[in-house]
């Protein structure tokens, strides 16, 4: 396998792993702590690679997730290509924060989300807000330096060597 195929090989696996985690059933009592995984694996593509990241492969990946986990469709189409045109325009800054400042930005960019599904939520269903709904965003927020770390690592070795 070419190192090209390596590094589409692993953007595709990465967006599947991340549908496949978000679609694994959780007792009620943990489903708040879900994170959405989506995001933080569009997020690492839109900061590493973000050709393979663009706007409309967001919103176009939200899609297929609102219809595999039978969600609201279009809703989280619109919450991907949100996070996706908010870190595509800071990009430049970002890529260069260290990693604490990297993890305030990603629980500042989890915390919108958050904002925007409760209001997307209230105009189709009345939603109960409680502190709760904070704990999804916080729990991606701890997982986003060992996931793009270890995204990093695999996106090292597919990267074509240099003679």
């Known amino acids: 396998?070419?190192?090209?195929q390596g590094a589409t090989f692993l953007f595709w696996g990465s967006i599947a792993?991340?549908?496949l985690l978000a679609l694994v059933?959780?007792?009620?009592?943990?489903?708040p702590l879900?994170?959405?995984?989506?995001?933080?694996?569009?997020?690492?593509?839109a900061l590493e690679d973000p050709e393979r990241m663009s706007l409309g492969r967001a919103f176009l990946l939200g899609l297929a997730f609102d219809l595999l986990?039978?969600?609201?469709?279009?809703?989280?189409?619109?919450?991907?290509a949100v996070l996706d045109f908010i870190v595509l325009r800071f990009r430049a800054r970002m890529r260069f924060f260290?990693?604490?400042?990297?993890?305030?930005?990603?629980?500042?960019?989890?915390?919108?989300?958050?904002?925007?599904?409760i209001m997307m939520r209230t105009f189709s269903v009345p939603v109960a807000v409680s502190p709760?709904?904070?704990?999804?965003?916080?729990?991606?927020?701890?997982?986003w330096p060992w996931a793009f770390l270890m995204l990093d690592e695999l996106r090292q070795r597919t990267r074509p060597r240099e003679a």
């Open 34 to 45: 879900r994170p959405f995984w989506l995001a933080l694996a569009a997020m690492y593509w």
């Open 69 to 80: 986990s039978m969600n609201l469709m279009g809703e989280s189409a619109l919450r991907l």
């Open 17 to 19: 792993a991340a549908m």
């Open 98 to 117: 260290p990693m604490p400042q990297q993890v305030l930005a990603v629980f500042a960019l989890l915390l919108n989300d958050r904002v925007l599904l």
């Open 132 to 143: 709760a709904l904070l704990l999804a965003p916080v729990i991606g927020t701890l997982l």
């Open 1 to 4: 396998m070419s190192r090209t």
């Open 25 to 31: 059933p959780l007792p009620a009592t943990l489903e």
